[in-house]
């Protein structure tokens, strides 16, 4: 089952920087239907450009749409497995293609999911820690030790 628009992974939102700034201009794209109108916007120029796809750089330049908007946008749909990217460059940038076109391509040609980083398995491990004490907290304190030693042996491998 495909996630609805908008596909909003970053605490309900599309993404921010470390500023307090960002974070508004996210969450005001998240309350206003901006972030969802773009993703459909991306999502249409991407089917309209069919089986070959299209970089960054021309959504942008269709879209008229700066290099954070588009990229941020196309990172959370590729997440979300609403667009792929191509392992081929054109430009010295991936294409991302439309999901409609998956079946023209091999496993080898495409990155179906985006590449994972080390900050992101660390934000993974820690929403994963935040919500196993969430649920010790609401049972009396309860806490399943076995499952925050693990958690945090993994957040030691990825420092």
């Known amino acids: 089952m495909m996630p609805e628009l908008p596909f909003a992974p970053y605490r309900g939102t599309g993404g921010y920087a470390g500023t307090d700034t960002s974070r508004e201009r996210a969450e005001r794209e998240i309350d206003d239907g901006t972030l969802a109108v773009r993703q459909q916007k991306i999502l249409d120029a991407l089917d309209e450009q069919g089986a070959g796809g299209a970089t960054w750089a021309t959504l942008g330049r269709i879209l008229n749409l700066h ?65 196993v004490c969430r649920i010790g907290l609401a049972c009396d304190g309860q806490f399943d030790a076995r499952a925050i030693a693990r958690l945090l042996e993994e957040l030691d491998g990825l420092a």
Request: charged fraction near 25%.
């Open 67 to 131: 290099h954070g908007q588009i990229s941020g946008a196309l990172s959370n749909l590729h997440q979300a497995g609403l667009v792929f990217m191509l392992r081929k460059r054109h430009n010295r940038s991936h294409p991302y293609v439309h999901l409609n076109y998956r079946g023209m391509y091999t496993d080898d040609e495409v990155h179906d999911s985006p590449k994972q980083t080390k900050a992101g398995m660390r934000r993974g491990v820690l929403d994963d820690l935040v919500e």
